[in-house]
């Protein structure tokens, strides 16, 4: 069963970056598309950022578009989230998640991916 784990999250300094790793263990993870999501409290769960597999094509929701960066390394089994540019909007818990395998696309419905880790905060304060 594939098992995802975040890591990188911390409190940070408006402007300031993170990068945040999500991990996998129990299967390659370059078979699967793989989606960042975070949740603020009170608000629901938003898809921010996503890395389809095979072709490795990234997408962007508007709110981040310009901050975040996606990337892979399937050696490392490990995706990365390069946020720059933070702000206190973006306080929240960041979760990773993987489509089933049989799907390549990228979405950010939330009920499109099946695993999932269990987040890294994500603070912003001055």
């Known amino acids: 069963q594939l098992q995802l784990v975040e890591s990188g999250g911390g409190l940070v300094q408006p402007g300031g970056s993170l990068r945040l790793s999500c991990t996998a263990s129990g299967f390659t993870l370059d078979v699967y598309t793989i989606g960042w999501f975070r949740q603020a409290p009170g608000k629901e769960r938003e898809g921010v950022s996503c890395i389809q597999r095979s072709d490795g094509s990234t997408d962007y929701a508007d709110s981040v578009k310009g901050r975040f960066t996606i990337s892979r390394d399937n050696e490392k089994k490990t995706v990365y989230l390069q946020i720059n540019s933070l702000q206190p909007e973006d306080t929240a818990v960041y979760y990773c998640?993987?489509?089933?395998?049989?799907?390549?696309?990228?979405?950010?419905?939330?009920?499109?991916?099946?695993?999932w880790g269990r987040g890294t905060q994500v603070t912003v304060s001055s």
């Open positions: 998640a993987a489509r089933p395998t049989i799907f390549r696309l990228c979405t950010f419905r939330a009920a499109d991916y099946i695993s």
